[in-house]
């Protein structure tokens, strides 16, 4: 028998962990915390040998189900900070965070719940987001555009009210207007006297696409409608998935 070098090993671990953090996240959003590990496995394709491996509780999967949430959210900040000017810049980040947060609730809502579970990697996580967003914030303030009188924890409370506002209107144009509205407070009054208003929306800039099957990364398109899985296999997988859910319904 052939030995699977060590390295390719890895490299199906590291796939499949991508997997079930991907599989998690969706059925979190769709079925709430009280999802079963089995449930999860059989979304993701894998065994659920697998899934026990990676995260031996369903505590430590949400977990990282938020931990990579909240890194993508950081790594969202950097690239506005590094593709517009400072307040579009600020004001666009915290409308992709109003958006991406739009169907997480129950995450979001472990996020302010006082549990048992363990949180050591949540926690860098959070400062990483946190230090993201003062930055962005800070940088703001500095040119202007934003009113010296808030923090960070003024802004991240706000987004919170305006990720809660969205997801009471069941008219998305509604419910992102009222977003807009909600945020021109943090405007500072000179730009507000200027009659300047969101130049970004929040469609412009996102965090890296994934694939809706396996969770990888995918590569962004100029042109054409953007990717929705990384290759064939995914493809066929989620058209089987599609089939079966048709089948039983």
Known sequence: M?????SASRADARRNRTKVLAAASQAFDEHGLNVSLDAIARQAGVGAGTVHRHFPSKEIL??????????DLAETARQWAARTDPAAAFFGFLLAVVDTSHGRKHACDALTRQTSWPRPSLAASARRFRQALDQLLRAAQEAGGVRTDVNADDVAALTVGCAAIRAAHHDRNGGA????LALE???APSFVTQGRGFRDTPGTLHPAPRCEECGARLEARSTGRPARYCGATCRQRAHRRRLGTATLS
């Open 2 to 6: 052939t030995a699977v070098p060590q």
């Open 62 to 71: 949400l977990e990282a189900v938020l931990v990579q949430q909240l890194d």
């Open 177 to 180: 207007r009222m977003v807009r």
């Open 185 to 187: 407070s943090l405007r």
